[in-house]
């Protein structure tokens, strides 16, 4: 099949990629020249392991061709997916413009029979106004279906995460384009939920939230379990064992970041609102993830008192491991909040250094753990990267101002780095 994505952020470049690697001839529509060259050639705008050689590949062999115009690839193609950016507004709504906007260039160009499916995060109803963009501007004698085929896919696992998906939503209404849908996913092995516009559109942003739920939901349990000298880690393994609760996004931590989860928990609150219902759960939910970074600092403070003079090192930025993003990374909140009260900050992070120098201000960025240390009164874990896992402690104490340690990610024996005279805090142990 011939298949258009509009936008190359992680959800369009690399369900592109993965859509061109099954043999399909896959055009990504973008904006930015330097950018669309740059794909061209294979340099690619983000860091996402295997992506980079998939891209290479399929572009090698002419099926993956990044372009400013609308005018070849929408003809050509049987499915156009709309994969652009939904930031949020300052009223906490998602903002529909870009999605509008390439609607309107979509429809301008269509020839023969086409079926439009947003993958973008777009609040339930946004199906009505794009149909009503397709209807509008499609040249006389074209044909039209739209869909609603939202994506699941985490950033670092991105690719697999797109090949064996849990399930594929499709939220089409026409026979025809359920059949053109459920063909170009045929090499995905997954159930298919077959439903309507609007709860394809829901799904999606009720799965980003419960995620961020189950996350708050460890968060409280890790923060109680301090109060009451339990061991949180414990009490979510036992309760993750229940089949009916699960294991996973269970890690307490520093707050859940990254593009999708605060945006998409914001939005649904929102939408909620607009429909004269109060999500006060979700509500929670955000409170939560605000206090686990401000919890942090506390504990930076219960350890430093005085944080004047001190300087306190973090190892990993990024919003999660294996990633380079730093979209509403717990980081940035962290350490806003340390330099306001007059911490010096030394960070180092494997790949979100160049990102981070763009959000962040007057931070000492070193080339690795041992040169944060240096120095340091206390040293934070925040990103749960595999190279922090086996660290050389004793070298690590040898060169901090004083041993302490909060490890934001439980990474660590807490017992083991006590005995090595560390002063060591995890959360919600
Ligand atoms: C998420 C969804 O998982 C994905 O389905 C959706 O398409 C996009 O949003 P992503 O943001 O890439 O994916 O990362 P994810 O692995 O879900 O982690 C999100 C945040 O939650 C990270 O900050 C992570 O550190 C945090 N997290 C996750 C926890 O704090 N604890 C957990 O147990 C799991």
Redesign the pocket.
């Known amino acids: 099949m011939t298949i258009t994505f509009i936008g190359h952020g992680?959800?369009g470049l690399v369900t592109a990629a993965v859509f061109a690697d099954f043999g399909n001839k896959v055009y990504v529509i973008g904006h930015t020249k330097d950018k669309i060259e740059n794909l061209n050639k294979g340099i690619i705008p983000i860091f996402e392991p295997g992506l980079e050689e998939l891209v290479k590949e399929n572009v090698a062999a002419k099926r993956l061709i990044f372009t400013l115009d609308y005018k070849i690839s929408i003809p050509d193609s049987d499915i156009v997916f709309i994969a652009v950016g939904t930031p949020t507004t300052k009223t906490g709504d998602a903002d529909l413009s870009t999605v509008l906007l390439v609607a309107e260039q979509i429809a301008k160009n269509l020839k023969g029979y086409t079926v439009v499916a947003t993958k973008s995060?777009v609040p339930t109803g946004t199906n009505k106004k794009v149909r009503r963009i397709l209807e509008e501007f499609r040249p006389k004698g074209t044909e039209v279906d739209y869909a609603s085929v939202?994506?699941?896919?985490?950033?670092?696992?991105?690719i697999s995460?797109t090949v064996h998906p849990d399930r594929i939503v499709i939220g089409a209404e026409s026979k025809r384009a359920q059949e053109a849908l459920i063909k170009v996913h045929k090499q995905i092995n997954a159930p298919v939920i077959l439903t309507n516009f609007d709860t394809a559109e829901l799904i999606?942003y009720a799965?980003?939230s419960f995620?961020?739920l189950?996350?708050s939901y460890?968060?409280a349990i890790a923060k109680l379990s301090e109060i009451l000298n339990a061991d949180a880690l414990k009490v979510l393994e036992g309760i993750g064992m229940d089949k009916r609760i699960g294991d996973?996004?269970?890690?307490?931590?520093?707050?859940?970041?990254?593009?999708?989860?605060p945006k998409?928990v914001k939005a649904l609150i929102s939408i909620a609102k607009d429909n004269d219902y109060q999500f006060s759960l979700l509500e929670d939910v955000e409170n939560i993830n605000h206090q686990?970074k401000r919890d942090i600092v506390r504990k930076a403070r219960k350890i430093l008192g005085d944080f004047r003079g001190k300087r306190i090192g973090i190892l990993g930025l990024a919003?999660?491991?294996n990633?380079d993003?730093m979209r509403?990374?717990?980081a940035i909140d962290v350490i806003n909040l340390l330099q306001n009260d007059g911490v010096k900050i030394s960070a180092f992070d494997p790949k979100s250094i160049e990102n981070a120098e763009r959000v962040l201000k007057n931070v000492e960025y070193k080339k690795d753990p041992y040169e944060v240390a240096s120095g340091a009164d206390l040293l934070i874990i925040l990103?749960?990267w595999n190279e922090f896992k086996e660290l050389d402690f004793a070298d690590i104490k040898k060169k901090m101002k004083s041993p302490n340690i909060i490890d934001g990610?439980n990474l660590y024996d807490g017992e083991k780095l006590r005995k090595e005279g560390f002063t060591y805090i995890g959360i919600g142990r």
Do not use: M, Q
């Open positions: 992680y959800v995060t939202p994506e699941f896919l985490r950033e670092g696992s991105a995460d999606k799965a980003n995620l961020a189950k996350i460890a968060n996973k996004f269970l890690s307490p931590g520093p707050g859940y970041g990254g593009s999708c989860f998409d686990a919003y999660k491991a990633t993003d509403d990374a717990p990103t749960e990610r």
